[in-house]
């Protein structure tokens, strides 16, 4: 079992930068592909970028260009840099550490 827990949610201006952190532990065997998730009031479950064990990324067309993702495996650390947020990147984020380990979740706001 892969335990995954996120951090660095917040509440930021619209404009702002905000870098999201998820630490993975437990039965890891080999390097799976990992990714950032998040889901809006209201709204389902959309992938925002994703990176695999040999570092091909893709991202929503909705963030390319604003956000940033990035793994460290040797600290089993994934970031998701996050500039020029804009108030519909308002969601709880989510960490997952495929094929189906996820995290609790991470609120970000963005709001004047």
């Known amino acids: 079992q892969v335990h995954v827990m996120e951090s660095g949610g917040g509440v930021v201006q619209p404009g702002g930068s905000l870098r999201l952190s998820c630490v993975y532990s437990?039965?890891?065997?080999?390097?799976?592909?990992m990714g950032w998730y998040r889901q809006a009031p209201g709204k389902g479950r959309e992938l925002v970028a994703d990176?695999?064990?040999?570092?091909?990324?893709r991202y929503a067309e909705s963030v390319k260009g604003r956000f940033t993702i990035s793994r460290n495996d040797v600290e089993n650390t994934l970031y998701l840099e996050m500039n020029s947020l804009k108030p519909e990147d308002t969601a709880v984020y989510y960490c997952?550490?495929?094929?189906?380990?996820w995290g609790q979740g991470t609120q970000v706001t963005v709001s004047s």
């Open positions: 437990g039965d890891i065997f080999s390097i799976n592909a």
């Open positions: 997952l550490y495929y094929p189906s380990s």
């Open positions: 990176i695999t064990s040999f570092n091909n990324i």
